[in-house]
Nanobody, 126 residues
Framework: QVRLVESGGGLVQSGDSLRLSCTASARTFGSYVMAWFRQGPEKEREFVAGIGRFGALTSYADSVRGRFTISGDNAKNTVYLQMNSLKPEDTATYYC???????????????????WGQGTQVTVSS
């Protein structure tokens, strides 16, 4: 069992930056794919960004590529999502997710992850 705790959300203005953190209760660097998803009001949960085992691979949704950066700190069991040039359409609850994988470094973009955090709210005003 892996517990994920997100933090860093808040209310910002369009164009501002935020950094979300996701701290895991166990070491995930070499055994898990980590990802961020988001869910806006009356919308389905959607993939935002992911990072593969050992941080060797990253993947981004088209809507955030070039603005968001996912990274990991193995020593802290923490994954970050640096969000720059935020837009009102980025407003959502952001969820951290972990998927156990022994070999594959594929980053799934569907919600087929094993563990989820409770979410952190990001609100971007225009």
């Amino acid at each position: 069992q892996v517990r994920l705790v997100e933090s860093g959300g808040g209310l910002v203005q369009s164009g501002d930056s935020l950094r979300l953190s996701c701290t895991a209760s166990a070491r995930t660097f070499g055994s898990y794919v980590m990802a961020w998803f988001r869910q806006g009001p009356e919308k389905e949960r959607e993939f935002v960004a992911g990072i593969g085992r050992f941080g060797a691979l990253t993947s981004y949704a088209d809507s955030v590529r070039g603005r968001f950066t996912i990274s990991g700190d193995n020593a802290k069991n923490t994954v970050y999502l640096q969000m720059n040039s935020l837009k009102p359409e980025d407003t959502a609850t952001y969820y951290c997710a972990a998927r156990f994988t022994a070999i594959s470094n594929t980053i799934p973009t569907t919600t087929t992850y094993d563990y989820w955090g409770q979410g952190t709210q990001v609100t971007v005003s225009s």
